[in-house]
């Protein structure tokens, strides 16, 4: 989920042209004819819709990142293509940092660290007292026992920059990683697919990519300029991993950030529901889950499902 006006999982170890809506089935009539095969039977099979929304729900997909990181994404035609966020599959090192930088992980591995260190500190300057007692400065021992406790008192000093070091250097391998790495695709009845042709959509925080799977269920595009305030809808989505929770709430009206439209919704937008579906009563998708506003409740946004490429379940 990004955060406007605004992690690393532990230390050291994401306006086109409109489309006609696809005849829309009655709100919580689900399709009388199950689809005959394919990913689509099985689905119906072990999850039948009782609504609209369950139809959606059973294209609706979990992402999990190599680095600790959860997102949605849902498919949009029967040959599995998926669309989510960018930021959801991307790496991005710099935001990282800033997580690392800012969590409490980092505060309290350096707390340990530098208590570890004077203890030991304590102990040397202990020894080198005694040392100087019974046999003076100048004796070996004394100044062995100086030399160990000055680099201590260095090490100490250097502690912060240090970890900071090490932060950097994990982020940086993690990056390198992330360009091979594979994702783990789950649906709704646990079937899981590992995914890593990856295709990012230029300027927007939009992401696809194919599941090796066929016949797959699928939600409809609807026409996200003909939403009306005060209009019904629906998320679908993993929030804090809780796989496939629905949350409802409002069309509160459309927000524009330079030449880019966002849906702006009271529907809860949690972090793992970002890339998911933003639908109607009827189960259709108009917009993209991505970003909610900082220091509120009940404000976020979503992408016009018309900005998603043409071609891409089109």
Known sequence: MLVIGGALAALLGREAPEVAPAPAQAAGSPSLTPPASGLAAQLSASHPPGNSIETARNATVFIQTPWGSMGSGFIVDADCRVVTNRHVLQFDSASALRA?????????????RQTELMADLKALNAKYREEVRQNGKGSGAAMTLKLKIDALQEDIRALPDSVREAVRDNISKTELYARTAKYKVSLVDGTAFDVHQIEYVDQRDLATFRLPAANCPYIKPGQS???????????????S??????????????RQEGDRRYLQTDAPINPGNSGGPLITEVGEVVGINT??????????????VEDVPDGVGR
């Open 100 to 112: 690392a930088e800012q969590s409490p992980l980092i505060a309290k591995e350096l707390h340990r």
């Open 241 to 254: 991993g809780l796989t496939y929770t629905v949350t409802a709430g409002i069309f509160s009206g459309y």
């Open 225 to 239: 300029a003909q939403l009306r305030q005060g209009e019904r809808l629906y998320t679908i989505g993993s929030p």
């Open 291 to 304: 970003a909610v506003l900082l220091g509120t409740q009940g404000i976020g946004f979503a992408i016009p």
